[in-house]
């Protein structure tokens, strides 16, 4: 199958895609950096630079859109691709709200489009593994979910669209603290009770840099999360807590450090458990196997996972730690 790939947002992210891509499949790059587009274009044979997303939904040469820009830009991108029918891979969080996901998920079903949000942490060896153990019953019933994601920030961080609400749709609880979110709810399900506060404790700027997160399902479980942009040491820990075993996700690759799995199962007699180390030194190919998973998903007519559904269920979390922190601010408590 030979789909045919316009890149919105041709920075970082979109030279990783081009890269993890056939020769020749992206025929349009797009940003409003007119620039960075052509310098995609000029990697890839035939493709066309623009600065209008516009023109490159509407190309009769795309079939899929794939976008990487600031956050505010996301939804209705996708929305304009979605509607003329191009199937979506559209970065983390998709958008600023859930209805601007809903109004996706409207026009999506009445033209057949697919729509994969770019969760790729789901994809690190490391979740792939835990999945795989979570799903086989190794662990038993899960009890609680402990995470944290964090990193530094650097000179001039406040000053980047990340720190303007208009354009990031708030801060760190948006950026880092949706992956927390998403994978938390692989193992708990849906989040029916929602707790917690965002706030900024050292950057200067209008948009939270820690958040703080009690999450629980409707049979109480919890899922406890911290996401930090004062860090200041690249961190990245995930542990699931079962009745049988616990599982301990630790590290990114990179200047997250080795990423890396401990299984600790759990013995009749307990006392120190079982313990199973999974190293991951090769690096990270999550974006690779999800952009398979998707190429995939376009094949066999499947509804992607994650997509528009998982992409709301993290972004409500965040609006109504958000919108709780709002009214806390307005009645001066």
Same mark, same amino acid.
């Given at each position: 199958m030979n789909l045919r790939v316009a890149l919105i947002g041709c920075g970082l992210i979109g030279q990783k895609r081009l890269n993890l891509l056939p020769p020749g499949s992206v025929t349009v790059a797009c940003d409003t950096q007119i620039e960075r587009a052509k310098k995609i274009a000029v990697q890839s044979p035939g493709c066309i630079a623009t600065d209008s997303f516009e023109q490159a939904v509407i190309s009769p040469n795309v079939d899929v859109v794939m976008i990487a820009t600031i956050n505010s830009a996301l939804a209705p991108?996708?929305?304009?691709?979605?509607?003329?029918?191009?199937?979506?891979?559209?970065?983390k969080p998709a958008g600023i709200s859930v209805t601007e996901l809903e109004a996706i998920e409207a026009a999506a079903k009445k033209t057949g489009a697919l729509v994969r949000v770019g969760y790729n942490h789901r994809y690190h060896p490391a979740g792939l593994k835990a999945?795989? @153990?979570?799903?086989? =019953?190794?662990?038993?019933?899960?009890?609680?979910?402990?995470? %944290?994601?964090?990193?530094?920030?650097? &000179?001039?961080?406040?000053?980047?669209?990340?720190?303007?609400?208009?354009?990031?749709g708030g801060g760190e609880l948006i950026d880092q603290g949706v992956h927390l979110i998403d994978l938390a709810g692989i193992f708990l399900g849906e989040f029916t009770t929602v707790e917690g506060h965002a706030t900024t404790y050292f950057w200067k700027?209008?948009?939270?840099?820690?958040?703080?997160?009690?999450?629980?399902?409707?049979?109480?479980?919890?899922a406890w999360l911290h996401v930090s942009c004062s860090e200041w040491k690249n961190l990245f820990s995930l542990e699931i807590y079962g009745r049988d075993a616990k599982l301990h996700w630790e590290g990114l690759g990179g200047?997250?450090?080795?990423?890396?799995?401990?299984?600790?199962?759990? @013995?009749?007699?307990? =006392?120190?458990?079982?313990t199973?180390?999974?190293?991951?030194? %090769?690096?990270?190919?999550?974006?690779? &196997?999800?952009?398979?998973?998707?190429?995939?998903?376009?094949?066999?007519?499947r509804c992607p996972v994650p997509g528009l559904r998982e992409a709301k269920a993290a972004l409500s979390v965040v609006e109504q730690v958000y919108?709780?922190?709002?009214?806390?601010?307005?009645?001066?408590?």
């Open positions: 991108i996708a929305l304009a691709a979605v509607k003329h029918g191009k199937h979506v891979l559209v970065e999945m795989e @153990l979570f799903r086989s =019953g190794a662990l038993g019933p899960i009890m609680f979910v402990r995470g %944290r994601y964090g990193q530094g920030g650097r &000179i001039g961080y406040e000053k980047e669209w990340r720190a303007d609400p208009k354009l990031s700027m209008p948009v939270d840099d820690n958040a703080f997160l009690s999450l629980r399902n409707a049979a109480g479980n919890t200047s997250y450090g080795i990423e890396r799995l401990t299984y600790y199962k759990m @013995l009749p007699q307990m =006392g120190p458990p079982e199973t180390i999974y190293e991951f030194p %090769r690096g990270d190919e999550s974006w690779k &196997i999800e952009m398979a998973e998707f190429f995939e998903d376009i094949r066999l007519k919108q709780s922190g709002k009214r806390k601010a307005e009645s001066g408590n």
